[in-house]
């Protein structure tokens, strides 16, 4: 990623808790998805992070929209804390609705992956 913004195309996402990278015990959010390049990738976000992923979550479950139907795009946000005065990063997520033709070449690779494999499928059910 070069830049402060990440476009993903979700295809499944968990929250996960451990001690990861020298941080406490905490949960964190496991994202797989399709980049820019058209390359499966993965990333973690945690605390502030994977609440504004859930609230986004949330607003898309209203609105009966599967998460994989469109471009999640992550964009850092500095931040200072209010208990410390330190500057840390957030990232706030927004979505944009992908083209028919593109969910539909989503859905027939998400097809070719074993069930295993992923945890949480962000794709709708199969008509």
Not at 13 to 35: C, G, H, M, P, S
Not at 50 to 77: H, P, W, Y
Request: hydrophobic fraction near 45%; include cysteine.
């Amino acid at each position: 990623m070069l830049g402060k913004t990440l476009n993903l195309e979700i295809l499944a996402f968990r929250k996960i808790q451990d001690e990861l990278f020298a941080y406490e015990f905490q949960t964190w959010l496991e994202i797989i998805f399709i980049d820019a390049q058209n390359i499966i990738s993965h990333i973690l976000f945690k605390t502030e992070s994977l609440d504004n992923f859930d609230e986004l979550v949330l607003e898309l479950s209203e609105r009966k929209v599967a998460i994989a139907c469109g471009t999640v795009t992550a964009q850092m946000q500095s931040r200072s804390s209010r208990t410390n005065g330190t500057n840390y990063y957030a990232v706030e997520f927004t979505w944009q609705p992908n083209p028919p033709e593109r969910i539909e070449e989503i859905k027939a690779f998400a097809k070719t992956i074993p069930y295993e494999a992923l945890t949480v499928y962000a794709l709708p059910e199969a008509a």
